[in-house]
């Protein structure tokens, strides 16, 4: 953004202090939208923050509010820009304040967080941070509106740089940045607003920009047709190596899901001791037996398995609820070296694949649906670790194995091998249920058996599946959605894309 802002002024003649005049007149139309005429507190930092800050006080003073901004810093090391808008306030009739905020101050009043942008670089200590905390525990109803993101919040990682901001909403200018939806920094955004200040719409689309937020367009343009002339080898088959001794429901959790996203057929191939308790369960599904010890499939299932993929299957899925023993991790990876169906690996599988250098040599496709402990393990990580940079972790993995990520979690990051990272807006703290993952491993294989690439297959699946969790949660509240209750919605979250 700080590129994007460059070049707006240098190349195509933009003035800094336009963009500040409209991001100020945005972040107060926003206000105005979402309250009615009162006493407003304006926290100003001496950056362009603050100037976009001083044009909001500016703009509902000139419109009858009871105004009052506040100066956190020393008015002569203010930027130019700030200080031509601190003038114009000050012209304008505005109150400006040097001395501390104080809690009596902020009674009944809205406030509006301008103290830093963007480019925040180090943790905020001292008054400053005293002034964030006095803001946090105020007790009244009225909102507090941040300005281009909450101080406090690294707009890269979302981290917490000492003190932030906790605000009802924010609006931000030309693009959402990471750290409006990377957490901690989401939960204190509140509402987000996205803001078109005037940037040119070819430098907020440029190539060089490689991490994006899915949004419902995007997916409901990747959504599969369904031509009148068509039958159920149109639309994929998908074979499913999942299901062990007491993991059972697992395999049927992502069968059933790979259905329910359009996949024309899908086959479990399951441990040949268990098969009689797969068969009384099945409906649309079928089964594959495989030579299993102790409910848990061997190596010797490879040739099963490879001739059935020959024949039949379009693409390969692997994990959910496998079991973990020496036969299977040698499955595992003796697939990955062989298979010429492109791969979804989830769960199990993923333990039991330990080193990921083994992905290297795949002659298919691949995609990782890690948790944040699985990707730790890879990685060589702890989950703290992976947390603090999803998207870093999700990227340098793609790169380094040529696999397709999807780092589960909130919010899930979706990596490609070329560089490209994409952050999820959907799901709910529902999901958070045993057997939601295999749901999504599922989704992904049906989507890529009816020839969706394992990029849009990953994108398309993440969304819905959030949106169908969100649905359920409309439905049963967040505390009694299971795993299984998500097939009911997905139907319901794929219609209203294409409705």
């Given at each position: 953004?700080?590129?994007?802002?460059?070049?707006t002024?240098?190349?195509?003649?933009?003035?800094?202090?336009?963009?500040?005049?409209?991001?100020?007149?945005?972040?107060?139309?926003?206000?105005?939208?979402?309250?009615?005429?009162q006493?407003?507190?304006?926290?100003?930092?001496?950056?362009?923050?603050?100037?976009?800050?001083?044009?909001?006080?500016?703009?509902?003073?000139n419109?009858?509010?009871?105004?009052?901004a506040?100066?956190?810093?020393?008015?002569?090391?203010?930027s130019?820009?700030?200080?031509?808008?601190?003038?114009?306030?000050?012209?304008?009739?505005?109150?400006?304040?040097?001395?501390?905020?104080?809690?009596?101050?902020?009674?009944?009043?809205?406030?509006?967080?301008?103290?830093?942008?963007?480019?925040?670089?180090?943790?905020?200590?001292?008054?400053?941070?005293?002034?964030?905390?006095?803001?946090?525990?105020?007790?009244?109803?009225?909102?507090?509106?941040?300005?281009?993101?909450?101080?406090?919040?690294?707009?890269?990682?979302?981290?917490?740089?000492?003190?932030?901001?906790?605000?009802?909403?924010?609006?931000?200018?030309?693009?959402?940045?990471?750290?409006?939806?990377?957490?901690?920094?989401?939960?204190?955004?509140?509402?987000?607003?996205?803001?078109?200040?005037?940037?040119?719409?070819?430098?907020?689309?440029?190539?060089?920009?490689?991490?994006?937020?899915?949004?419902?367009?995007?997916?409901?343009?990747?959504?599969?047709?369904?031509?009148v002339?068509?039958?159920?080898?149109?639309?994929?088959?998908?074979?499913?190596?999942?299901?062990?001794?007491?993991?059972?429901?697992?395999?049927?959790?992502?069968?059933?899901?790979?259905?329910?996203?359009?996949?024309?057929?899908?086959?479990?191939?399951?441990?040949?001791?268990?098969?009689?308790?797969?068969?009384?369960?099945?409906?649309?599904?079928?089964?594959?037996?495989?030579?299993?010890?102790?409910?848990?499939?061997?190596?010797?299932?490879?040739?099963?398995?490879?001739?059935?993929?020959?024949?039949?299957?379009?693409?390969?899925?692997?994990?959910?609820?496998?079991?973990?023993?020496?036969?299977?991790?040698?499955?595992?990876?003796?697939?990955?070296?062989?298979?010429?169906?492109?791969?979804?690996?989830?769960?199990?599988?993923?333990?039991?694949?330990?080193?990921?250098?083994?992905?290297?040599?795949?002659?298919?496709?691949?995609?990782?649906?890690?948790?944040?402990?699985?990707?730790?393990?890879?990685?060589?990580?702890?989950?703290?670790?992976?947390?603090?940079?999803?998207?870093?972790?999700a990227?340098?993995?793609?790169?380094?194995?040529?696999a397709?990520?999807?780092?589960?979690?909130?919010?899930?990051?979706?990596?490609?091998?070329?560089?490209?990272?994409?952050?999820?807006?959907?799901?709910?703290?529902?999901?958070?249920?045993?057997?939601?993952?295999?749901?999504?491993?599922?989704?992904?294989?049906?989507?890529?058996?009816?020839?969706?690439s394992?990029?849009?297959?990953?994108?398309?699946?993440?969304?819905?599946?959030?949106?169908?969790?969100?649905?359920?949660?409309?439905?049963?509240?967040?505390?009694?959605?299971?795993?299984?209750?998500?097939?009911?919605?997905?139907?319901?979250?794929?219609?209203?894309?294409?409705?």
């Amino acid at each position: 953004m700080r590129e994007i802002d460059r070049r707006t002024i240098e190349e195509y003649g933009i003035s800094s202090l336009v963009l500040m005049e409209r991001a100020g007149l945005a972040a107060a139309n926003k206000i105005k939208e979402i309250a009615k005429p009162q006493k407003t507190i304006v926290l100003c930092g001496t950056g362009n923050n603050g100037g976009d800050g001083l044009v909001v006080a500016r703009t509902l003073r000139n419109e009858g509010w009871n105004v009052k901004a506040f100066l956190l810093g020393k008015e002569e090391k203010g930027s130019p820009d700030f200080k031509t808008q601190l003038t114009a306030a000050k012209k304008f009739g505005v109150p400006v304040v040097k001395s501390p905020l104080e809690g009596k101050d902020l009674h009944a009043a809205i406030i509006v967080d301008a103290i830093f942008g963007t480019g925040l670089g180090k943790e905020i200590t001292g008054p400053l941070a005293q002034t964030i905390e006095l803001v946090n525990r105020k007790t009244s109803d009225e909102p507090v509106i941040a300005v281009d993101i909450p101080s406090g919040i690294s707009s890269d990682t979302g981290k917490v740089m000492g003190k932030a901001i906790r605000a009802d909403y924010t609006v931000t200018f030309g693009l959402a940045k990471p750290g409006h939806f990377l957490h901690p920094g989401a939960a204190h955004t509140g509402g987000l607003t996205v803001a078109d200040i005037g940037f040119p719409a070819r430098l907020l689309a440029h190539e060089d920009l490689k991490l994006e937020l899915i949004e419902k367009e995007d997916v409901a343009r990747l959504i599969p047709e369904r031509p009148v002339y068509s039958h159920k080898g149109t639309y994929g088959h998908v074979l499913l190596v999942a299901g062990s001794r007491g993991k059972t429901g697992a395999a049927l959790l992502a069968a059933r899901a790979a259905l329910k996203v359009g996949a024309g057929l899908i086959t479990m191939g399951v441990p040949e001791e268990l098969l009689d308790l797969y068969q009384s369960r099945v409906t649309d599904e079928m089964t594959l037996p495989l030579p299993s010890e102790g409910g848990i499939a061997k190596r010797d299932a490879l040739d099963k398995i490879l001739e059935f993929v020959q024949k039949s299957a379009d693409v390969l899925a692997m994990g959910p609820g496998m079991g973990i023993s020496t036969g299977t991790k040698e499955l595992v990876i003796d697939i990955i070296r062989v298979s010429a169906a492109p791969l979804v690996l989830d769960a199990d599988a993923l333990t039991l694949l330990g080193n990921p250098e083994v992905l290297k040599g795949a002659k298919a496709p691949i995609v990782l649906t890690p948790h944040p402990g699985e990707m730790g393990r890879l990685l060589e990580l702890t989950v703290g670790e992976v947390e603090c940079d999803r998207i870093g972790s999700a990227l340098y993995l793609a790169r380094e194995t040529g696999a397709y990520v999807v780092l589960k979690g909130v919010p899930t990051i979706i990596a490609e091998p070329e560089g490209r990272a994409f952050i999820n807006p959907t799901g709910t703290p529902a999901m958070a249920k045993a057997g939601v993952g295999d749901v999504l491993t599922g989704m992904i294989a049906g989507f890529m058996a009816q020839g969706v690439s394992p990029l849009d297959a990953s994108i398309m699946a993440v969304y819905i599946h959030g949106l169908a969790g969100e649905l359920a949660a409309a439905r049963f509240g967040v505390h009694s959605v299971l795993a299984s209750d998500l097939h009911a919605f997905i139907p319901k979250a794929l219609k209203s894309l294409y409705a």
